[in-house]
Protein backbone atom coordinates (compact mmCIF):
# COMPACT_ATOMS: atom_id res chain seq x y z
CA UNK A 1 0.00 0.00 0.00
CA UNK A 2 1.17 3.67 -0.74
CA UNK A 3 1.12 6.12 1.86
CA UNK A 4 3.34 8.16 4.39
CA UNK A 5 4.24 6.58 7.87
CA UNK A 6 5.97 8.73 10.98
CA UNK A 7 7.55 7.49 13.60
CA UNK A 8 6.73 7.50 16.24
CA UNK A 9 3.30 8.28 17.11
CA UNK A 10 4.32 9.93 20.76
CA UNK A 11 7.36 11.10 21.77
CA UNK A 12 9.16 12.34 25.02
CA UNK A 13 12.50 14.15 25.05
CA UNK A 14 13.72 16.43 28.06
CA UNK A 15 14.00 20.15 27.88
CA UNK A 16 17.78 20.85 25.99
CA UNK A 17 17.67 17.64 24.00
CA UNK A 18 17.31 17.28 20.08
CA UNK A 19 15.52 14.38 18.73
CA UNK A 20 14.28 13.63 14.96
CA UNK A 21 10.88 12.80 13.86
CA UNK A 22 10.73 10.55 11.19
CA UNK A 23 8.81 10.74 7.60
CA UNK A 24 8.55 7.97 5.16
CA UNK A 25 6.69 7.99 1.69
CA UNK A 26 6.21 5.51 -1.03
CA UNK A 27 4.28 7.13 -3.04
CA UNK A 28 7.42 8.24 -5.54
CA UNK A 29 6.64 12.16 -4.85
CA UNK A 30 8.99 14.83 -4.91
CA UNK A 31 7.64 17.18 -2.65
CA UNK A 32 7.78 16.77 1.13
CA UNK A 33 6.67 19.28 3.73
CA UNK A 34 6.36 19.61 7.68
CA UNK A 35 4.12 21.32 9.60
CA UNK A 36 3.25 21.82 13.20
CA UNK A 37 0.39 22.06 14.47
CA UNK A 38 -0.78 23.86 17.87
CA UNK A 39 -4.73 24.32 19.17
CA UNK A 40 -6.52 27.27 17.96
CA UNK A 41 -3.54 27.89 15.23
CA UNK A 42 -3.66 25.46 12.08
CA UNK A 43 -1.01 24.03 10.69
CA UNK A 44 2.25 26.21 10.02
CA UNK A 45 4.28 25.01 7.65
CA UNK A 46 8.28 24.59 8.74
CA UNK A 47 10.68 23.36 5.97
CA UNK A 48 9.89 21.92 2.20
CA UNK A 49 11.77 19.98 0.04
CA UNK A 50 10.79 19.87 -4.00
CA UNK A 51 13.84 17.77 -4.66
CA UNK A 52 16.46 15.80 -3.14
CA UNK A 53 19.58 17.24 -2.07
CA UNK A 54 17.34 20.75 -1.48
CA UNK A 55 14.67 21.89 0.91
CA UNK A 56 13.20 25.82 1.72
CA UNK A 57 12.52 27.00 5.26
CA UNK A 58 8.87 27.70 5.56
CA UNK A 59 7.04 30.23 7.96
CA UNK A 60 8.20 28.93 11.57
CA UNK A 61 11.54 27.31 10.64
CA UNK A 62 13.25 28.44 13.43
CA UNK A 63 15.24 26.18 15.80
CA UNK A 64 14.20 23.08 13.15
CA UNK A 65 16.35 21.29 10.67
CA UNK A 66 15.46 18.96 7.76
CA UNK A 67 18.26 16.84 5.15
CA UNK A 68 16.30 14.87 2.17
CA UNK A 69 19.39 12.73 0.93
CA UNK A 70 16.43 10.26 -0.15
CA UNK A 71 13.87 11.20 -2.04
CA UNK A 72 11.08 8.83 0.20
CA UNK A 73 12.81 10.38 3.02
CA UNK A 74 12.48 13.89 4.65
CA UNK A 75 13.41 13.74 8.55
CA UNK A 76 12.92 16.88 11.09
CA UNK A 77 15.26 17.81 13.96
CA UNK A 78 14.05 19.74 16.71
CA UNK A 79 17.08 21.43 18.41
CA UNK A 80 17.40 22.78 21.65
CA UNK A 81 16.72 26.08 20.03
CA UNK A 82 12.97 25.67 19.96
CA UNK A 83 11.21 27.38 22.13
CA UNK A 84 8.12 25.95 22.46
CA UNK A 85 8.83 22.27 21.07
CA UNK A 86 5.77 20.77 22.06
CA UNK A 87 3.44 20.37 19.52
CA UNK A 88 2.01 17.82 17.18
CA UNK A 89 4.00 17.69 13.89
CA UNK A 90 2.54 16.48 10.26
CA UNK A 91 4.51 15.10 7.33
CA UNK A 92 2.72 15.69 3.76
CA UNK A 93 3.91 14.94 0.09
CA UNK A 94 2.78 15.74 -3.41
CA UNK A 95 3.60 14.95 -7.15
CA UNK A 96 4.77 18.01 -9.15
CA UNK A 97 2.00 18.08 -11.26
CA UNK A 98 -0.39 20.87 -11.80
CA UNK A 99 -2.55 19.52 -9.19
CA UNK A 100 -0.15 18.01 -6.80
CA UNK A 101 -2.82 17.29 -3.44
CA UNK A 102 -0.72 16.91 -0.83
CA UNK A 103 -0.71 13.95 1.30
CA UNK A 104 -0.26 14.06 4.72
CA UNK A 105 0.85 11.23 7.15
CA UNK A 106 -0.57 10.25 10.86
CA UNK A 107 1.66 12.66 12.55
CA UNK A 108 4.13 12.74 15.87
CA UNK A 109 3.01 14.18 19.13
CA UNK A 110 5.87 15.66 20.79
CA UNK A 111 5.86 15.99 24.22
CA UNK A 112 9.11 18.18 25.87
CA UNK A 113 9.30 17.69 29.67
CA UNK B 1 1.12 37.34 2.09
CA UNK B 2 -1.55 35.20 2.16
CA UNK B 3 -4.34 34.78 5.24
CA UNK B 4 -6.75 32.32 5.80
CA UNK B 5 -9.39 32.87 8.33
CA UNK B 6 -12.60 30.67 9.33
CA UNK B 7 -14.41 32.89 11.91
CA UNK B 8 -16.39 29.88 13.86
CA UNK B 9 -14.38 28.08 16.27
CA UNK B 10 -17.38 25.22 17.02
CA UNK B 11 -20.59 24.60 14.87
CA UNK B 12 -22.66 22.27 16.06
CA UNK B 13 -25.99 20.40 13.57
CA UNK B 14 -27.95 17.71 13.84
CA UNK B 15 -27.96 14.60 12.08
CA UNK B 16 -29.39 14.47 8.65
CA UNK B 17 -29.42 18.26 8.84
CA UNK B 18 -27.38 21.29 6.74
CA UNK B 19 -24.36 22.63 7.91
CA UNK B 20 -22.17 25.22 6.36
CA UNK B 21 -18.82 26.32 7.65
CA UNK B 22 -17.20 29.84 6.55
CA UNK B 23 -13.58 30.46 5.29
CA UNK B 24 -12.39 34.13 4.20
CA UNK B 25 -9.16 34.01 2.38
CA UNK B 26 -6.55 36.98 1.14
CA UNK B 27 -4.33 37.30 -1.80
CA UNK B 28 -3.28 39.31 -4.45
CA UNK B 29 -3.18 36.20 -6.68
CA UNK B 30 -5.38 35.49 -9.63
CA UNK B 31 -4.74 32.16 -10.47
CA UNK B 32 -4.90 29.42 -6.91
CA UNK B 33 -6.17 26.83 -5.12
CA UNK B 34 -8.36 26.02 -2.27
CA UNK B 35 -9.32 23.33 -0.35
CA UNK B 36 -11.01 21.69 2.58
CA UNK B 37 -9.45 19.22 4.77
CA UNK B 38 -11.49 16.98 7.83
CA UNK B 39 -9.11 15.93 10.73
CA UNK B 40 -11.20 13.54 12.94
CA UNK B 41 -10.03 12.49 16.48
CA UNK B 42 -7.69 10.12 14.74
CA UNK B 43 -5.94 13.14 13.62
CA UNK B 44 -5.08 12.02 10.02
CA UNK B 45 -5.89 14.99 7.20
CA UNK B 46 -8.34 14.11 4.81
CA UNK B 47 -9.08 16.38 1.70
CA UNK B 48 -12.34 16.68 1.57
CA UNK B 49 -12.90 19.15 -1.79
CA UNK B 50 -11.14 21.69 -3.58
CA UNK B 51 -11.57 24.57 -5.83
CA UNK B 52 -9.61 25.62 -9.01
CA UNK B 53 -10.04 29.68 -8.78
CA UNK B 54 -10.26 29.83 -12.56
CA UNK B 55 -13.50 27.52 -12.79
CA UNK B 56 -16.46 29.41 -11.87
CA UNK B 57 -18.76 26.07 -11.05
CA UNK B 58 -18.93 25.37 -7.58
CA UNK B 59 -17.12 21.72 -6.20
CA UNK B 60 -19.34 19.06 -5.37
CA UNK B 61 -18.46 15.32 -3.83
CA UNK B 62 -21.07 13.92 -2.91
CA UNK B 63 -22.68 14.71 0.28
CA UNK B 64 -19.69 18.20 0.01
CA UNK B 65 -20.16 21.27 -1.55
CA UNK B 66 -18.61 24.73 -1.92
CA UNK B 67 -20.12 28.03 -2.48
CA UNK B 68 -16.96 29.80 -4.05
CA UNK B 69 -17.45 33.34 -4.25
CA UNK B 70 -13.36 34.49 -6.19
CA UNK B 71 -14.71 38.38 -5.61
CA UNK B 72 -16.02 38.44 -2.16
CA UNK B 73 -12.65 35.93 -1.39
CA UNK B 74 -15.12 33.64 0.61
CA UNK B 75 -14.66 29.34 -0.05
CA UNK B 76 -17.36 27.84 2.48
CA UNK B 77 -18.26 24.29 2.75
CA UNK B 78 -22.10 22.84 3.00
CA UNK B 79 -21.87 19.35 4.37
CA UNK B 80 -25.75 17.75 3.62
CA UNK B 81 -27.36 14.77 5.76
CA UNK B 82 -24.59 15.12 8.29
CA UNK B 83 -23.49 11.81 9.08
CA UNK B 84 -21.66 10.96 12.69
CA UNK B 85 -18.77 10.73 11.07
CA UNK B 86 -18.91 13.95 10.01
CA UNK B 87 -17.71 14.94 13.42
CA UNK B 88 -14.14 16.81 13.08
CA UNK B 89 -11.93 19.63 13.10
CA UNK B 90 -12.21 21.11 9.06
CA UNK B 91 -9.47 23.45 7.74
CA UNK B 92 -9.88 25.44 5.11
CA UNK B 93 -6.78 26.21 2.92
CA UNK B 94 -4.70 27.99 0.08
CA UNK B 95 -2.35 27.13 -2.30
CA UNK B 96 -0.23 29.75 -2.76
CA UNK B 97 3.40 29.32 -5.49
CA UNK B 98 5.36 26.52 -4.62
CA UNK B 99 2.59 24.33 -3.32
CA UNK B 100 2.78 25.74 -0.03
CA UNK B 101 -0.50 25.63 1.70
CA UNK B 102 -2.03 28.25 4.18
CA UNK B 103 -4.30 27.13 6.53
CA UNK B 104 -6.71 28.60 8.70
CA UNK B 105 -7.61 28.23 12.34
CA UNK B 106 -9.99 25.20 12.02
CA UNK B 107 -13.30 25.11 12.77
CA UNK B 108 -14.64 21.89 15.17
CA UNK B 109 -18.12 20.63 13.81
CA UNK B 110 -19.70 18.35 16.59
CA UNK B 111 -22.92 16.43 15.41
CA UNK B 112 -26.13 15.46 17.68
CA UNK B 113 -28.00 12.32 17.23
Known amino acids: DGGITQSPKYLFRKEGQNVTLSCEQNLNHDAMYWYRQDPGQGLRLIYY???????QKGDIAEGYSVSREKKESFPLTVTSAQKNPTAFYLC????????????FGPGTRLTVL | AQTVTQSQPEMSVQEAETVTLSCTYDTSESDYYLFWYKQPPSRQMILVIRQEAYKQQNATENRFSVNFQKAAKSFSLKISDSQLGDAAMYFC??????????FGAGTILRVKS
Open chain 1, 92 to 103: ASSDQGSYNEQF
Open chain 1, 49 to 55: SQIVNDF
Open chain 2, 93 to 102: AYRRRGNKLV
